[in-house]
């Protein structure tokens, strides 16, 4: 069973900075992508940044050049490093795995089968 622990969450001040981490194990898939989606209350939830098995990434626009989605295999550790926060940042950040698919659905949360439980990333104005 795949288990999926983030951590790094916690409120900031507009501009800062903050570097979240998702903790991956029992995943049994040959090839997988790992993503990055974000919800805020009364909102849909949103794909933020993925990493594809093929090591190519996605973003979404609103976070383009101020996210980055890095990965660390030997500690089975996803991360997002995310700078010039905004208050429209402020979302429970979830990670979550699928067994690899290419680009399709690379940032659609239909699309993908395990989730972690979430931290909350509040950015204040």
């Known amino acids: 069973q795949v288990q999926l622990v983030e951590s790094g969450g916690g409120s900031v001040q507009a501009g800062g900075s903050l570097r979240l981490s998702c903790a991956v194990s029992g995943y049994t898939y040959s090839t997988y992508d790992m993503a990055w989606f974000r919800q805020a209350p009364g909102q849909e939830r949103e794909g933020v940044a993925a990493?594809?098995?093929?090591?190519?990434?996605r973003y979404a626009d609103s976070v383009k050049g101020r996210f980055t989605i890095s990965q660390d295999n030997a500690k089975n550790t996803l991360y997002l490093q995310m700078n010039s926060l905004k208050p429209e940042d402020t979302a429970m950040y979830y990670c979550?795995?699928?067994?690899?698919?290419?680009?399709?659905?690379?940032?659609?949360?239909?699309?993908?089968?395990?989730w972690g439980q979430g931290t909350q990333v509040t950015v204040s104005s």
């Open positions: 979550a795995v699928r067994r690899s698919q290419s680009v399709i659905g690379a940032l659609a949360p239909g699309w993908y089968s395990s």
């Open positions: 990493m594809l098995s093929g090591g190519n990434t």
